[in-house]
């Protein structure tokens, strides 16, 4: 697992081998990124990374220039790890939260531009977690919230849905409030 753009391009990241997240791919990682870097001005935005795990994606947002990143995970065990790769790449602008992301929720912030959540694929309810997002105020009108899963979880009726693509066993859906209730195409 490396980071694939950027600053930071080429760090490998080494969890400890009983670390017990499943990180995003490097091919869905660096897919996605293209994705964003061309919709939005990475540098700019405001963003949320729900269930970090190893810190990753935090990683590749703040070495394509973001300078405004919080991260939410539980593990105390991840959350020493994403603590120490912070400091030993002298990350800035990073903020991590070890906290429950449901719990996370429940709280009033400002709210940010893009949103990604990569809750364990074998969550219970994590179906659910989009609305939950979308509903909690945390995302701007015109945001995004950027969710993985596993193929076997659609959304494609969702409301909100903008779309979704598929890298292998790694999905991502797209959702963004300001299209809640419009037809889909």
Not at 16 to 27: E, I, K, L, V, Y
Not at 60 to 86: N, P, Q, Y
Not at 97 to 106: D, E, T
Not at 129 to 156: R, T, Y
């Amino acid at each position: 697992m490396r980071v694939v753009s950027g600053k930071y391009r080429g760090r490998t990241i080494h969890p400890p081998h009983n670390f017990r997240a499943r990180p995003t791919t490097d091919f869905a990682k660096e897919s996605l990124f293209n994705i964003l870097a061309n919709t939005f001005d990475i540098e700019s935005l405001r963003v949320l990374d729900l269930f970090s795990g190893t810190g990753s994606i935090a990683y590749e947002f703040a070495s394509r220039g973001c300078t405004d990143i919080e991260l939410v995970e539980s593990d105390r065990f991840h959350m020493a790890f994403i603590r120490k790769t912070i400091a030993e790449w002298k990350i800035e602008g990073v903020t991590p939260h070890q906290v429950n992301v449901f719990s996370f929720l429940k709280y009033p912030r400002s709210p940010f531009d893009l949103i990604f959540c990569d809750p364990p694929y074998d969550m219970k309810g994590r179906e659910l977690l989009p609305d939950m997002i979308l509903q909690s105020g945390l995302l701007k009108p015109e945001g995004w919230l950027v969710f993985e899963h596993s193929k076997s979880v659609h959304f494609l009726k969702h409301p909100a849905l903008l779309e979704e693509r598929n890298y292998g066993s790694v999905h991502f859906s797209f959702f963004t409030p300001g299209n809640a209730g419009t037809t889909q195409k």
